[in-house]
């Protein structure tokens, strides 16, 4: 869940990594807050879902402080884990964490859209909350499927609209009253708004595994997660 800001600093782009560079050292605070610490449990499960075999090679995209890339590489102590993220102060944090863990990651600073690895170089390609920032997520997609093997698997965490009858009103009310509001407070970014309007904005389930058919993945069900306010789309690179 990637933002802060005075009124006297530079405007920036929502979404970009120098808006990440702003809030980084918030960040990991922010998210466990927001998310009402499920965001860890989301992490594993989104691990679990590229069902990685031995000596894996893994690629986490948008990795932000690299949470999800170090839970790939606690349960995958033997694969080579790479992050790329374009926020530098966000894989600053990660590098930290990864040294005090004598984690063996991998980073680059980057975008999802023009990845700088060659055809079918990872075994299964992640990214956790960064998919709703990327201005181009068809391209995205397509730079996903492109650098993984073929029956490799991409796998997508994020946050989008509940739209749940029973307890959709009560997710749909924390996302646009307490986290704008919460988020506001605890990282002092007026920005963090940005967050409600992304998640908003972010298409329905199956408007994502129709991306991602387009994108030459097939998609396994979308897996809904806190009442389907995050859901886990996993997809297999088509056989060539």
């Known amino acids: 869940m990637h933002q802060s800001s005075s009124s006297s600093a530079p405007a920036v782009a929502p979404g970009s990594g120098a808006m990440f560079d702003r809030i980084a050292r918030r960040y990991d605070l922010l998210n466990r807050v927001l998310s009402l610490g499920l965001d860890r449990r989301w992490r594993r499960k989104a691990a679990a879902a590229l069902e990685l075999g031995a000596g894996a090679r893994a ?23 790479t992050g790329l ?41 992640s990214i956790a909350f960064g998919l709703r920032n990327v201005p181009d997520r068809a391209r995205a997609l397509g730079e996903m499927a492109r650098v993984t093997r073929p029956g490799g698997r991409v796998v ?16 749909r009310f924390h996302i646009h009253r307490v986290v704008p509001r919460l988020g506001a407070l605890l990282s002092g970014a007026r920005e963090y708004r940005y967050l409600e309007k992304s998640i908003a904005a972010f298409p329905p389930p199956d408007e994502v595994a129709a991306m991602m058919r387009r994108a030459d993945l097939e998609p396994a069900e979308p897996v809904p997660l806190a009442f389907g306010a995050c859901h886990i789309f996993a997809a297999e690179k088509r056989e060539c």
């Open 85 to 125: 993220d374009p926020s530098r102060a966000m894989l600053d944090i990660a590098a930290d964490k990864a040294a005090r863990r004598a984690a063996p990651l991998a980073l680059e600073l980057g975008i999802a859209e023009e990845l700088p690895f060659e055809n079918g170089a990872f075994d299964g390609v």
């Open 156 to 171: 997508v965490l994020e946050l989008g609209e509940p739209r749940g009858r029973l307890l959709g009103p009560i997710a």
């Open 59 to 81: 690629l986490d995209l948008a990795c932000g402080t690299g949470d999800l890339a170090l839970e790939i590489l606690r349960r995958h102590p033997d694969a080579a884990v």
